[in-house]
């Protein structure tokens, strides 16, 4: 058992998990899994854009850091050219000062990539974290995708729009966690499903509304077979209503709520894991929207990888890393983020291209034997860096909540490019200006948030749907007051599915998905199931216990394996 020094909460580590910690050299974390992962996900901003100037050519570009950054921004050709060489900011170590100070000194002076996002990217400059894309607007944390508009997670997708979490899907509209799918909408787990609505947990349907829990089914309404020509009269009429819409849509909820049968946990062909949304995983606890695991823990969209913990967004065979993100084939890195192209023992180290035994430095590529990006022969290099690890252990980081060892943490947050809002931070762990700034983190006034413009008073005047002239006027949210427009593919999208124009902003449009999918953590809970099962004849309820992601106080009828597929097949 061990003390959170961020949250003070009391944490447990498994002896399988000191053994990972101890194999890799490292200390056991001071923070409990939350307060690691809010402190990584402090250096992630997925949905700020802004536009400004490149610091080397001048052009006009989109990018995730604002105009104001301290450091340089640089478009993707300067930042992958020749004609800056991040070697040229090397630095000196200092064994009188802190070390992540020196650090932060570093990160200063280093150009950064305007965004996260490959060239490979088509007519698609609004979009971050993004590879492949092609005609894509407001599309994070996604890849080979076309026409998909404000959806995040969304892999081999096209015309997708309001989308959160889908796999080979297309002509889909506000729904999440969907696979092979087309012309699904407002819609949660569906898999291999065409022309359903308001679904929930189906499989292999066509033409279902308002159901859940189907497998093989047409022309189901509330989990009732209709005819043909019944479905479709009844599904027209709420269609083309928004008021009925809406109506469903509570339903819908309700419905989830109350009525369907939830299984525990998605793992799908895998051996001894813990956690939701795995496919062939071996050993991954605690881990969630992964394939691919061998012998992990703590990871999020994890992919082929091995031997790693405490880490997200972690690709093709990483092997041995701790507490990185962003990363791809890395072997035995740790405290670091958007290291590409198979590093290799690097520490405290980010945006490095294909280096290896590098140790505090920034934006370097194919570099071996740097420290704070100055080089060194390899003897100097590994005499210093037990030298820097030992002044790390010893040397105190002011914090404002008191002092910090520096070795085996992850960079400080106040070291994050990124105001604290800004970040994926407080979208999982959102907190208000105040507590940010008392805990001596970055805050951001949005600049970019406009309110009062609106051209469109009555958010009446949206609910004709057939409405051409949108894309010329100002919008506000009816939830957080925002101002926001319409573009012209989205436009087209509603047009062609029949849809309302919304009236909601695509950030509160985000915030409603996301509150469909649960939250990326474990809670150990019984299997809810009180049917008549031979298993559990004997007894009341079943015994079966699991982890899960729903929260135990939940209203979700939350079944084990074989509970679940005693009923739904
Ligand atoms: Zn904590
Ligand atoms: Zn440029
Ligand atoms: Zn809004
Ligand atoms: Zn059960
Ligand atoms: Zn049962």
Known sequence: MAYCRNCQKVFELSQKERDFYHKLGTKEPSHCFDCRMQRKYAFRNER?????????????????????APFPVYCFNCWWGDRWDAAD??????????????????????????????????NSLYVNWTDRAKNCYLLYSSSLCEDCHYSEILVDCRDCLDCTSLKESENCYFSVDCQKCYNVKFSRNLKNCLDCNFCFDCADCQNCFLSYNLRHQQYC??????????????????MSDRSSLL???????????????????N??????????????????????DSRELQDCFNIIYGDKIKDCADSFAIVDYSERCLEVFSSNGGYQNMYGYANWDNCESTNYCNSCISCRDCFGCIGLKHKQYCILNKQY??????????????????????TQGGKTEEWGEFYPMPLSPFAYNETMANIYYPLKKEEVLSRGWGWREDNNILTGKETVEDDIYLDNIELTDITTQVLKCVDCSRNYKIIKQELDFYQKHHLPVPKFCSECRFKQRLALRNPRKLWPRQCGCILDHEEHQQQAQCSTRF????????????????CYQKEIY
């Open 48 to 68: 700020k854009l802004y536009n400004r100037q490149c610091d080397s050519c001048q052009q006009q570009i989109v990018s995730m850091y604002s105009a104001d």
């Open 267 to 288: 793992q799908v062909k895998c051996d001894e894991v813990e956690g939701d949304e795995l496919y062939a995983c071996q050993r991954a606890y605690n881990s969630f």
């Open 377 to 398: 022969t390899e003897e100097e290099y590994k005499r210093l860096v037990n030298r820097v690890i030992n002044h790390m252990q010893k040397a105190d980081y002011p």
């Open 247 to 265: 109506a469903t849509w509570h339903e819908f909820l309700k419905t989830m709520e109350y009525e369907a049968i939830h299984k525990f946990a």
């Open 221 to 238: 309404i509330r989990n009732v077979k209709f005819s043909p020509q019944n479905y479709e009269a009844e599904v027209n009429k709420i």
């Open 89 to 122: 900011h090397a630095q000196e170590i200092d064994f009188d000062r802190p070390f992540f100070s020196q650090v932060a000194e570093l990160q200063q002076k280093i150009p950064r990539m305007c965004l996260t996002s490959t060239s490979d990217c088509v």
């Open 547 to 562: 982890k899960t992601t729903y929260q135990p106080n939940r209203n979700e009828k939350v079944y084990c394996q074989e």
